[in-house]
């Protein structure tokens, strides 16, 4: 029981980490960034070759993440997304644009880092013991990590100008260029910030699981499901989507034989989604 | 002579070399017959690395004998040609794939696929065009009369299980075991078979019913369970290459002291990289030519992958196996059986040669008729490894008839 518990609160941080990023991009840009799980990858792949390989400090490898995701994420929106948004009258347009960047980032990734999983060492090692339960150091500051980058990401929307602009964006695209936002600038930076958390998620946990080229997609699979929980472009949204996912994961492992908890969570997420179709914090109307 | 006169001079003479070394390159290019081998599997996706290393095993081996005028068979040298296609493991793709491969390649030696889904798929569109294919895929009925254009390229797992069963309860003393599997058709049949071994070793089976879903990385929650179940045996039912590590390391962060063991290849660079210490112990089916074991031969193709593939990789050790015998067998059957597999399947029964990747005089010939009733099976050898000081230490080596 204990461990179902510990197991449900690690699993719950981790994907709100994941979850985060994509419904930041989707807020913004009424994007679904299908690209997302690869973004997760690089993030791994960036950490795996500046702290596994070269031998930088973890957390200037975690530095360098923000800063490559970034500029991608930034790059995609300028170069591919905003002249997509000016030139298709279809949203479906951008939908296809965006599982093609998924495409190419894994190929990508394919060809440039290899088949293999990667690993690396671990930042700090040790188990704890929480009752009868174990928690090791490596998923523990992985776990405070997150907090603390979801904290600060809250913080950031709420309280600083960008983020203001960005929550104003969200809301509604026309009255926030009518009151003078550069709506073009924020949607970068928002695509930047969401593309940075996804790597930063798979900078902080390839500490744990590794990383190899073709893990991107069940990390967009598993963020689509929470969004699609907490409702899409809902930050508080996101995060209670990762709650519910992880305790239904932890949960369903510990009590219930063989792979009944996937087939619970998506026949559950069906029906769900036929009752509230906008998620448990969405609004109706999107 | 004017400047201009040499110019043009140069320039005629230029155009001549020019003509003459396309005509006479040309001419060899064209003389040359060239034999086409297909490659079909897995080679994007969490499982790439089984479709890739089938791939780079077989370019590796033709760039070798290209590189000496290409392979012999019936008088005549043979430049190799691969062609590869990423089936994605899905089987809607590889029967696209094999038909490609089959009917706009013309091709009638197919490596792979790598699972039994793709590889049952791909059953029909073989026979029908008469094509032999190589599967590592472990369902019997592919190979089993009166199906007979596959052939097993690796050790099955109910091949390999009871004998590390065997040894695990002799050396160790394990008395009871549990399985965990991939919720795969694969790792199922193999957990299905595993069971079936260790219960007629008189096995405890603690628990069978453990799975996880493709992809799965955090396996805290999964492994919770069977480590609380309390066996001295956890056997990771064909475990992929990539979720192996993360199991172990699971396993131990869980407290779990007893043995693991898996039924199918590993590689010693991911157990190190992402399990460290906590991969200690942990027994494995090997790569087919382990350093121990290896040939001058084998040593040349290693450096050669390494150059194609970026580095090595255990599980080539086994799949180079593949494209040698393929050619050898065409070679004792002739020319006439590239585009003929009924004459390539006569020669099998009978088929032998010296194993070219190992130092020791052994056989390399087409086994396991005790299993589907027919040679449809490449005799590699079965090595069991365990790793010790972060290396894999052959176990013992053994042989399928």
């Not at chain 1, 970068?188 to 699981?209: E, I, K, Q």
């Not at chain 2, 050790?155 to 040894?167: D, E, F």
């Not at chain 2, 067998?329 to 009978?350: C, Q, R, W, Y």
Request: hydrophobic letters at 45%; glycine letters at 10%.
């Amino acid at each position: 029981m204990e461990q179902m518990l510990v197991n449900g609160v690690v699993l719950a941080v981790n994907y709100a980490l994941i979850a985060l990023g994509i419904t930041l991009i989707f807020s913004i840009m009424n994007i679904l960034n299908f690209a997302h799980g690869q973004m997760f990858m690089i993030g791994g792949f960036v950490v795996y070759y500046l702290y596994g390989i070269f031998k930088l400090n973890y957390f200037v490898s975690l530095v360098a993440v923000v800063i490559v995701l970034g500029v991608i994420g930034w790059s995609f929106e300028t170069f591919f997304f905003r002249r997509m948004r000016r030139m298709a009258t279809r949203e479906e347009n951008s939908m296809l644009l965006a599982v093609g960047t998924a495409l190419l980032l894994e190929n990508l990734a394919l060809s440039i880092f290899g088949e293999k999983q990667r690993g690396v060492p671990p930042v700090v090692t040790g188990v704890f013991r929480i009752g009868t339960a174990y928690l090791p150091a490596g998923r523990l500051l992985v776990m405070v990590l997150a907090l603390v980058l979801i904290v600060g990401l809250l913080l950031f929307v709420q309280y600083t100008k960008l983020g203001r602009a960005m929550r104003a964006l969200a809301q509604d695209r026309e009255v926030t260029h009518l009151m003078g936002v550069n709506v073009d600038r924020v949607a970068a930076y928002g695509f930047a910030l969401g593309a940075a958390l996804a790597g930063l998620a798979g900078g902080l946990l390839v500490t744990v699981f590794g990383v190899n080229s073709g893990v991107g997609n069940v990390y967009s699979i598993k963020a689509f499901i929470m969004i699609m929980i907490g409702g899409a472009g809902v930050v508080p949204g996101a995060i209670l989507g990762a709650i519910v996912l992880g305790f239904v994961e932890a949960i369903g492992y510990e009590l219930l034989p063989g792979s009944i908890t996937y087939l619970l969570i998506f026949t559950g997420l069906i029906i769900f989604l036929l009752l509230r179709p906008q998620g448990l914090l969405g609004k109706p109307w999107g | 002579m004017s400047t201009l006169q040499l110019r043009r001079r140069n320039f005629l003479v230029g155009i001549a070399v020019f003509v003459l070394g396309t005509v006479s390159f040309g001419g060899s290019t064209y003389a040359q017959e060239v034999l086409k081998i297909g490659v079909l599997g897995v080679m994007s996706g969490s499982a790439a690395s089984w479709g890739l290393v089938n791939k780079y095993c077989a370019e590796t081996s033709a760039q070798l004998y290209n590189e000496q005028g290409g392979f012999e068979i019936g008088g005549k040298k043979y430049k190799i040609e691969i062609v590869p296609i990423d089936d994605k493991n899905d089987p809607k793709l590889a029967v696209s794939g094999a038909e490609r491969l089959t009917k706009q390649e013309g091709i009638h030696y197919i490596i792979g696929p790598n699972v039994d889904t793709t590889a049952a798929s791909v059953q029909p569109v073989a026979e029908a065009a008469g094509a032999i294919y190589f599967p590592y895929a472990f369902q019997k009925t592919l190979y089993s009369p009166p199906h007979g254009n596959a052939v097993l390229g690796m050790i099955a797992s109910y091949q390999a299980g009871p004998i590390i069963y065997k040894y695990l309860m002799d050396k160790k003393g394990v008395k009871s075991v549990s399985f965990v599997a991939r919720n795969e058709s694969d790792p199922l049949n193999q957990r299905d078979e595993g069971v079936q071994a260790a219960k007629k070793l008189g096995l405890e089976i603690k628990s069978s019913d453990d799975t996880y879903e493709p992809g799965t990385t955090d396996f805290f929650p999964v492994m919770s369970r069977v480590v609380g179940k309390g066996a001295d045996l956890i056997v990771l039912s064909g475990v992929a290459p990539a979720d192996a590590p993360l199991l172990i390391k699971t396993a131990r962060e869980l407290d779990f002291k007893g043995t693991l063991s898996t039924e199918t290849a590993q590689d010693i660079k991911i157990l190190n990289e992402v399990a460290g210490a906590a991969a200690e112990g942990f027994v494995c089916v090997g790569g087919a030519s382990t350093p121990e074991i290896r040939s001058d031969e084998m040593e040349k193709f290693v450096d050669r992958y390494k150059k194609v593939a970026g580095e090595w990789n255990d599980e080539a050790g086994t799949k180079v196996y593949a494209l040698e015998i393929i050619l050898a067998t065409l070679k004792k059957a002739g020319p006439e059986a590239i585009n003929d597999v009924e004459l390539f399947k006569k020669s099998m029964p009978d088929f032998t040669m010296k194993n070219p990747f190992l130092k020791e005089d052994k056989e390399l010939k087409y086994v396991g008729t005790a299993y589907f009733s027919q040679p449809r099976q490449i005799g590699v050898p079965m090595v069991v490894n365990q790793v010790s000081d972060g290396k894999f230490q052959a176990l013992f080596v053994g042989s399928v008839e």
